[in-house]
């Protein structure tokens, strides 16, 4: 058997990972600012999250929904302490698509209307709900198809308040990513997410915070949404809240009540899920990493403001994107293969940089110095 063919590969095998390394099966270590796109948020194996799997290993791995799983409630009243969001509900399930799909999905059970407002250069996921709001074609199959979702140009109220003006009672619910990741790094502007929010509240749609990327503490605040003051109705999370073990979730406002077999899932919750997210909660809250992120991100970012070659930096906290002009193409290849740097890319021309929130002075200055001498290689 073979594998299917769908992910373009850097023929790179990783056999070791620690903090913001890993090094591959010849010895050879490199940078990760990538972190697997956007998952490690901790830091590669990190000790004491290894230590909250492994105990739990030795006691039980899974069993279904079907019975009370304390480490559920456990993971949810740190997550409402860590995220400020005490009052909400939490609903786990395994991946981002996933937690959208169910956010979707929920928002219309509860309001009982089926359209939905996504935005241009948006990306929820691959599943069916989550992919028809996803603004690719080549994502979407004929049968997902559908005219239940409107596409409107990003961070443009006025086209938001036009559309809800003529459909607003039709409109179910309205997902937006508070930093659009796949799209190219475009923060949404904290007056667009005010008005996401006030026209939600006056026509009875819910606001779906798509945090699935941004969230988690990524931008410094642990949700981007945040910067702008709003409450959403739902967020997704999922990357980043296990720091490699696949696991994801809802949490949803404590006006939107639950009603059995709603929503549902085999595995998520599971108790090894459960003790690794609760391990990158710890960590999180023990080691400042939220602190650390909006510091780091700024040396960053001030630093790559001052590279004239590199175009529209931006983003937030460790989740920072740049453009990069024709003359230095080759930039984000030759940080991999010469400097041994891993980077995120977006189409046609963005380098995204997604690492762990505990990323070192050191290394991000190493990054630094790196593109600086790739630039000056390219250009001259
Ligand atoms: C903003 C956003 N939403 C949803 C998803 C889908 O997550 P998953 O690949 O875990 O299904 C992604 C993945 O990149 C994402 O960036």
Same mark, same amino acid.
């Given at each position: 058997?073979? =594998?299917?063919?769908?992910?373009?590969?850097?023929?790179? $095998?990783?056999?070791?990972?620690?903090?913001?390394?890993?090094?591959?099966? #010849?010895?050879?270590?490199?940078?990760?600012?990538? +972190?697997?796109?956007?998952?490690?948020?901790?830091?590669?194996?990190?000790?004491h999250?290894?230590?909250?799997?492994?105990?739990? *290993?030795?006691?039980?791995?899974?069993?279904?929904?079907?019975?009370?799983?304390?480490?559920?409630?456990? *993971?949810?009243?740190? =997550? @409402?302490?860590?995220?400020?969001?005490?009052?909400?509900?939490?609903?786990?399930?395994?991946?981002?698509?996933?937690?959208?799909?169910?956010?979707? #999905?929920?928002?219309?059970?509860?309001? @009982?209307?089926?359209?939905?407002?996504?935005?241009?250069?948006?990306?929820?996921?691959?599943?069916?709900?989550?992919?028809?709001?996803?603004?690719?074609?080549? %994502?979407?199959?004929?049968?997902?198809?559908?005219?239940?979702? $409107?596409?409107?140009?990003?961070?443009?109220?006025?086209?938001?308040?036009?559309?809800?003006? #003529?459909?607003?009672?039709?409109?179910?619910?309205?997902?937006?990513?508070?930093?659009? @990741?796949?799209?190219?790094?475009?923060?949404?502007?904290?007056?667009?997410?005010?008005?996401?929010?006030?026209?939600?509240?006056?026509?009875?749609?819910?606001? $779906?915070?798509?945090?699935?990327?941004?969230? %988690?503490?990524?931008?410094?605040?642990?949700?981007?949404?945040?910067?702008?003051?709003?409450?959403?109705?739902? %967020?997704?999370?999922? !990357? @980043?809240?296990?720091?490699?073990?696949?696991?994801?979730?809802?949490?949803?406002?404590?006006?939107?009540?639950?009603?059995?077999?709603?929503? +549902?899932?085999?595995?998520?919750?599971?108790?090894?899920?459960?003790?690794?997210?609760?391990?990158?909660?710890e960590v999180l809250e023990e080691e400042k990493?939220?602190?650390?992120?909006?510091? &780091?991100?700024?040396?960053?970012?001030?630093? *790559?403001?001052?590279?004239?070659? =590199?175009?529209?930096?931006?983003?937030?906290?460790?989740?920072?994107?740049?453009?990069?002009?024709?003359?230095?193409?080759? *930039?984000?290849?030759?940080?991999?293969?010469?400097?041994?740097?891993?980077?995120?890319?977006?189409?046609?021309?963005? &380098?995204?940089?997604?690492?762990?929130?505990?990323? !070192?002075?050191?290394?991000?200055?190493?990054?630094?110095?790196?593109?600086?001498?790739?630039?000056?290689?390219?250009?001259?």
């Amino acid at each position: 058997m073979t =594998l299917f063919d769908v992910y373009p590969i850097n023929d790179i $095998i990783i056999s070791k990972a620690r903090g913001s390394y890993v090094w591959d099966d #010849k010895g050879e270590q490199y940078l990760d600012l990538y +972190g697997g796109h956007a998952v490690i948020s901790i830091g590669h194996t990190h000790p004491h999250w290894v230590k909250r799997i492994e105990e739990q *290993l030795e006691k039980i791995a899974f069993y279904s929904n079907s019975i009370r799983i304390p480490l559920q409630q456990e *993971l949810a009243t740190k =997550l @409402g302490k860590v995220s400020g969001k005490e009052d909400y509900q939490l609903f786990l399930c395994n991946s981002g698509a996933e937690a959208n799909e169910n956010a979707l #999905k929920l928002a219309s059970f509860h309001n @009982g209307r089926k359209k939905i407002i996504a935005f241009n250069k948006s990306f929820h996921g691959r599943t069916s709900l989550a992919v028809s709001a996803t603004d690719n074609k080549n %994502y979407i199959a004929p049968v997902n198809e559908t005219d239940n979702v $409107i596409f409107l140009p990003f961070n443009d109220e006025a086209a938001l308040e036009e559309c809800f003006s #003529k459909q607003g009672h039709a409109i179910s619910s309205v997902i937006i990513e508070g930093i659009q @990741g796949v799209g190219g790094i475009n923060v949404a502007e904290v007056s667009f997410l005010k008005k996401i929010r006030s026209l939600c509240d006056h026509y009875g749609a819910l606001y $779906i915070a798509d945090s699935v990327q941004c969230g %988690y503490g990524r931008t410094g605040k642990f949700f981007s949404h945040d910067y702008a003051g709003v409450q959403a109705d739902i %967020y997704t999370m999922a !990357k @980043g809240m296990g720091n490699g073990f696949p696991v994801a979730g809802i949490i949803i406002a404590p006006h939107i009540k639950p009603k059995h077999f709603q929503l +549902g899932t085999t595995f998520g919750g599971n108790h090894l899920a459960c003790a690794a997210a609760i391990a990158v909660l710890e960590v999180l809250e023990e080691e400042k990493l939220m602190g650390n992120a909006t510091m &780091i991100g700024k040396y960053l970012q001030d630093e *790559l403001k001052t590279i004239p070659q =590199l175009k529209n930096v931006r983003g937030r906290g460790l989740m920072i994107g740049f453009d990069v002009s024709e003359e230095i193409k080759d *930039l984000k290849k030759n940080l991999l293969w010469k400097h041994k740097i891993f980077t995120g890319e977006a189409k046609p021309n963005v &380098i995204r940089l997604l690492p762990s929130l505990a990323l !070192k002075k050191r290394d991000a200055e190493q990054f630094i110095e790196s593109v600086k001498e790739e630039i000056s290689n390219l250009i001259s």
